[in-house]
């Protein structure tokens, strides 16, 4: 069971969707996939995640969840 999954990938659109198709395949191939369509989000420069701030330059914690 996974809930969550994240992937970066670098440098070309091209070459993120590849990345992107390769996953899914292996993880459905594995019966480890539905997928929560309101839930994804594609081509970000950043997202929050599991508390987070993800960037290709770094992670820091999202300070909204700091109390």
Do not use: Q
Request: net charge negative.
């Amino acid at each position: 069971y996974m809930e969550y999954f994240i992937t970066f990938t670098v440098p070309t659109l091209e070459e993120n969707f590849n990345h992107i198709d390769t996953s899914y395949n292996k993880l459905n191939a594995c019966n480890l996939i539905e997928i929560a369509g309101e839930k994804c989000k594609f081509v970000c420069r950043n997202c929050i995640f599991l508390g987070h701030i993800v960037s290709e330059e770094s992670i820091e914690r999202d300070k909204d969840t700091i109390n």
